[in-house]
């Protein structure tokens, strides 16, 4: 049963209508799961929608710009595990997914990054960030979220938003939208919007060869 009186569902709808064409490689609303993001994204456009499924990616490779610090954060995974921004400490670049239960491209690309996760070199990792499931009381899209990243054969870590998150999905402006962050927590590079896991595979190869 749907839960009631939920206002991140309700601006994830007005966003799927304010969306721009522009984000075409944007979620669209899909049988799945209906939009909005945890309390938490709160007020952000991350959960802007409403774009087709097919379209291209908008971004198709994020260049090196200047970097800005991830803020702190407390948040529990799928599992039930605890993690804080020291999960950036742990590898030299992190990959950061921000999706949506709803969102079309990004369960398409799913099954693409559970793959590349396995492949990535040491030194480097992906980390899901969710942002439509409502706090510890919404199973139904926690349980949405565990089927598709089991499906997909997605292992990797996936957090749920927070409002600990509201300073950067303030600025996101529709999902998948893809951030690099260093060890010492400081996002570099330019977001990638859009499914494209390419554009997100060329980044990391330039960024480890320092260029």
């Known amino acids: 049963m749907r839960q009631k009186n939920n206002p991140i569902k309700k601006y994830a709808a007005l966003c799927c209508i304010l969306l721009p064409a522009a984000i075409l490689a944007g979620c669209a609303g899909t049988s799945t799961g209906s939009g909005g993001s945890a309390d938490a994204a709160l007020s952000s456009p991350a959960a802007k929608s409403g774009a087709s499924e097919g379209a291209d990616a908008v971004d198709t490779q994020a260049q090196e710009t200047d970097t800005s610090a991830f803020p702190a954060f407390t948040a529990t995974d799928l599992d039930g595990n605890t993690a804080t921004e020291s999960i950036f400490t742990e590898k030299d670049l992190t990959v950061l997914n921000i999706w949506g239960t709803f969102c079309g491209?990004?369960?398409?690309?799913m099954p693409e990054l559970g793959e590349w996760a396995k492949e990535m070199p040491d030194n480097v990792q992906i980390v899901g960030?969710?942002?439509?499931?409502?706090?510890?009381e919404d199973t139904e899209h926690r349980d949405l979220a565990v089927e598709i990243t089991e499906k997909a054969g997605a292992e990797f870590t996936n957090?749920?938003?927070?409002?600990?998150?509201?300073?950067?999905?303030?600025d996101v402006v529709g999902v998948p939208t893809t951030l690099f962050i260093d060890k010492e927590g400081n996002i570099v590079g330019d977001p990638i919007v859009g499914a494209n896991v390419d554009g997100?595979?060329?980044f990391v190869e330039d960024y480890l060869n320092g260029q």
């Open 129 to 136: 960030l969710i942002i439509d499931i409502n706090g510890e």
């Open 105 to 109: 491209p990004c369960i398409g690309e």
């Open 200 to 202: 997100y595979k060329t």
């Open 159 to 170: 957090l749920i938003a927070n409002m600990d998150f509201a300073p950067i999905l303030k």
